[in-house]
């Protein structure tokens, strides 16, 4: 798929910031580190990169093993290209995490969201679990709180919840009951995309990740997952 970006500036930035998130939350040592980003200015780094654009999504080794770049998606349909590092050899059989995730019911949401939460979530053996649609009935709303009490963890959007407080609700249920939950709150910019509510103050202590675009939310879930994982307790991999 043909892209504006610099190929090679692209997976240089790219990996260099999730080499310092490791090394933030102590998945690295400074020594590793500085290996690591040494290792990306070896002698063919831009062929190196081109094929990873060029061959989309196939899989290239690259020099800290193999990468793929896949195309995700903006909540107003646009595409944006993402940088996946990979496992270099086989997981151990482990239990799947269940996460529910909550949040606005409109088509472009639901198709962007849930299709980038998939490429984010997958290698950490994390299987997704989607709230109802209308939390008017009774037996929706006893389905959300079962599947909100069976999860592991959480991860709610407020993508285009002006007016509309059934994620809120689904927040407060989770926090109530005690899981661990990333509340993702959209501080972009209003009018290009659904306008959105704010957190309300009582749930300002929480986990939040704030963004402007889903390309933002991303990096932050991508480069931030494994120590959230980590910080509760949840046997999810440091993996790629």
């Known amino acids: 798929m043909a892209s504006t970006v610099d190929p090679e500036a692209f997976v240089r930035e790219f990996v260099e910031l999730f080499l310092e998130n490791q090394l933030l939350n ?14 990306l200015r070896g002698a063919e780094p831009a062929a190196f990169a081109r094929q990873l654009f060029n061959d989309s999504p196939a899989i290239v080794d690259g020099p800290l093993g193999p ?20 496992a270099q050899e ?5 239990r799947t995490l269940s996460c529910f995730v909550g949040h606005r ?30 939390l008017s009935s009774t037996d929706i709303f006893r389905g959300i709180v079962d599947g909100i009490r069976e999860a592991d963890l959480c991860i709610f959007d407020n993508l285009g919840t002006l007016n509309r407080p059934n994620v ?5 249920i989770a926090h109530a009951l005690g899981k661990p ?26 986990f939040r990740i704030q963004y ?10 991508y480069f931030g997952l494994p120590a959230f994982l980590h910080a509760n307790g949840l046997r999810g991999n440091a993996d790629r």
């Open 181 to 206: 939950m990333l509340v993702c709150e959209y501080v972009g910019r209003k009018r290009r995309v659904l306008d959105s509510g704010s957190v309300p103050s009582d749930l300002q202590g929480l």
């Open 90 to 94: 086989p997981l151990p059989q482990r």
């Open 67 to 86: 990468y793929r770049i896949v195309h995700l998606r903006e909540a107003d349909g646009g595409q944006f290209p993402f940088l996946q590092m990979l």
């Open 26 to 39: 102590g998945f690295l040592s400074t020594p590793e580190y500085h290996r690591q980003v040494a290792s």
């Open 105 to 134: 019911f409109f088509k472009d949401i639901e198709r962007s969201l849930r299709f980038n939460l998939v490429h984010m979530l997958e290698p950490h053996s994390i299987a997704l679990r989607w709230s109802g649609y209308d």
């Open 168 to 172: 809120y609700i689904e927040i407060g």
């Open 212 to 221: 402007r675009t889903y390309e933002d939310l991303c990096r932050q879930l």
